[in-house]
């Protein structure tokens, strides 16, 4: 009886003592589109008009406007093909031109529909500007450091540093320890490289050289079989699960930052590798301009998320261990192209 006694006021203790005392709270994790909301404005860098490329196609059924803005890449990357494309944009060489190609799960092409079309039934091919370059296969890659780009090899090894910091704290007396490491972790474990990181808000991979990666959305540069590399004139974007293997076949060039769902919603191509063989299933391509050929107050304005902030690598650290309320269990990785860097629309003044 006495036992019974003695053991209630403990037995009451416990029944009012509230659950919070017991167990500490959960930290919570801001979500990947929280961190790239909260970025400071200086953490933005601007995307010169200069280096966008302004593709207008014709109007949808319900008359709506299809705008396709594409970001082209910053040198020391695919400068050869790039150049050429400024030139075919200048000469409006993609105007009356069409989208001939639509693969699912792969790709989406553009330009003359006479090109290395075997069921488009054109006989001719629509002429070329003048002063376009042929750009060899070594340029697909750059090498490690080349003159005047050592930020490439910095901001490579940066980002993964901030990145995974823990790995830093355990005993590496050096960055180059540290990216060591991430080599042979599985954070920075790649199928088709021996890392990856990010130059200048671009992805890209590294073997002996670095090149740009094929992710969702990336733009390219149709080539017929080698050594030819393709002059620029067609191109297409990716629309479906990253195409790595095609990582140094072809030449990347830059990547669509608005309106992609003008193009991965279209039909599926029915002929081979998902040409239109019916001609009434192309859409035409009303223009292609550079930004700086549009009137001032037209030029598209954009920024993306600095690939070298504090901001980016919490994003990036988030977007590899998702921990906000949905999630029952981080990954513990990510591929490059799951991360793909932040990028907005900024409001004209």
Request: overall charge positive.
């Amino acid at each position: 009886m006495r036992k019974n006694i003695l053991i209630a006021p403990f037995a009451a203790l416990f029944t009012l003592t509230p659950l919070s005392a017991q167990e500490p709270p959960k930290q919570e994790y801001p979500s990947p589109n929280a961190i790239v909301d909260a970025a400071p404005a200086n953490d933005w860098q601007a995307i010169a008009a200069s280096d966008l490329l302004v593709m207008d196609l014709a109007p949808d059924a319900k008359g709506e406007a299809r705008r396709v803005v594409i970001q082209l890449m910053p040198p020391p990357f695919s400068q050869g093909w790039i150049g050429n494309i400024r030139k075919l944009a200048a000469a409006k060489f993609w105007d009356g031109t069409s989208i001939n190609r639509v693969q699912d799960n792969y790709v989406v092409q553009w330009g003359d529909a006479g090109y290395d079309n075997p069921e488009s039934g054109e006989t001719e091919q629509k002429a070329l500007p003048e002063g376009l370059v042929e750009v060899p296969e070594s340029e697909y890659v750059i090498a490690n450091k080349p003159e005047g780009s050592g930020r490439i090899w910095r901001s490579y090894r940066k980002f993964w540093f901030n990145v995974d910091s823990v790995l830093a704290s355990r005993g590496a007396a050096t960055i180059d320890e540290v990216h060591n490491r991430l080599v042979v972790n599985s954070f920075n474990r790649d199928s088709y490289s021996v890392g990856f990181g990010f130059y200048s808000g671009w992805p890209v991979a590294r073997r002996r050289n670095f090149w740009p990666v094929h992710c969702y959305g990336m733009v390219g540069v149709g080539r017929n079989l080698s050594p030819n590399t393709g002059s620029g004139a067609e191109l297409y974007t990716v629309i479906g699960h990253a195409p790595r293997h095609l990582d140094r076949n072809i030449a990347v060039v830059g990547r669509i930052i608005e309106g992609i769902e003008h193009l991965s919603s279209l039909p599926r191509g029915k002929g081979q590798l998902g040409f239109y063989a019916d001609p009434k299933k192309r859409v035409p391509i009303q223009s292609v301009r550079l930004g700086t050929a549009l009137p001032a107050t037209e030029q598209p304005q954009f920024e993306y998320l600095s690939t070298d902030s504090k901001a980016f690598a919490q994003y990036a650290d988030a977007r590899a261990n998702r921990r906000d309320p949905f999630f029952i269990k981080p990954a513990g990785g990510a591929d490059i192209c799951n991360i793909p860097v932040p990028v907005r629309r900024v409001k004209a003044e």
